[in-house]
């Protein structure tokens, strides 16, 4: 009786042995988004997430280096197709989840149209994401050099360099930079509104922020994996995406 018991038990629970908690690489500015579809998503499938946020030329560099991923979620196009490329990542897996938006924030008063506050004298730091493995940094580099700012704040060392989008806004709410370069994301309210000042730089004036995802090939979970990237595809999903400050 009690062998038919704990059978019966096993069997209940072979789904659950066979998938594990999902663990995602995500960029830093999709983290609280990704914090809001976790629950629902985990409602819908009843699998759990372990989440791992940062940098995505970081991430890049872990999973090429062996880091235990299933999913990566990127904050370019460029990075999953590398590791497509090179074999990390499965080719089928790959497709834009969310279309970036750059946004110059302050806490302070001054206008920011046209950055206008890169020539203030209130400016004494300005809080940008490390431009070689962050896109949101090098697309604000972009927006810079395009309004011929760029080098003029790097020489008089006004850049306050953070290793990540949530280390960038951390940088601007405590006050060591007046003013810094973050996704709309980490910004927007619930109605739709945006705390403090901002401007949004025209979209021409830097690469489209397409962030994509993949599946790693050497996931022990890539149909879970696969599961959870269709579902990031839902309205359900969708939704939450677009309210967030996202673009698709």
Not at 73 to 84: C, E, F, G, N, S
Not at 128 to 155: S, W
């Amino acid at each position: 009786m009690f062998r038919a018991i704990s059978c019966f038990l096993l069997i209940l629970l072979l789904p659950a042995l066979a998938w594990g908690e999902l663990r995602v690489a995500v960029a830093s500015n999709f983290l609280g988004t990704l914090n809001e579809l976790a629950p629902l998503y985990e409602a819908d499938s009843g699998q759990t997430l372990r989440i791992s946020s940062g940098s995505t030329g970081r991430h890049y560099a872990q999973i090429v280096n062996g880091a235990p991923f299933d999913v990566f979620l990127a904050a370019d196009k460029a990075r999953p197709q590398r590791l497509v490329d090179e074999g990390l990542a499965l080719p089928e897996s790959r497709f834009t989840y969310a279309q970036g938006v750059l946004v110059l924030w302050s806490t302070l008063d001054s206008p920011l149209d046209e950055g206008r506050i890169l020539k203030s004298e209130e400016l004494e730091y300005l809080a940008l994401v490390n431009p070689r493995t962050a896109p949101y940094g090098a697309a604000a580099v972009e927006v810079m050099q395009q309004l011929g700012m760029y080098e003029d704040l790097r020489q008089k060392e006004k850049i306050a360099q953070a290793e990540n989008l949530t280390q960038a806004l951390q940088y601007v709410t405590s006050g060591t930079a007046q003013a810094g370069f973050l996704a709309l994301a980490q910004i927007i309210e619930e109605d739709g509104s945006t705390r403090g000042t901002s401007w949004q730089p025209p979209t021409e004036l830097y690469t489209p922020l397409e962030q994509q995802a993949v599946v790693l090939t050497s996931s022990p979970q890539q149909k879970a994996g696969q599961q959870f990237l269709d579902w990031l595809q839902s309205e359900e999903a969708q939704a939450v995406i677009r309210a967030a400050g996202y673009g698709f």
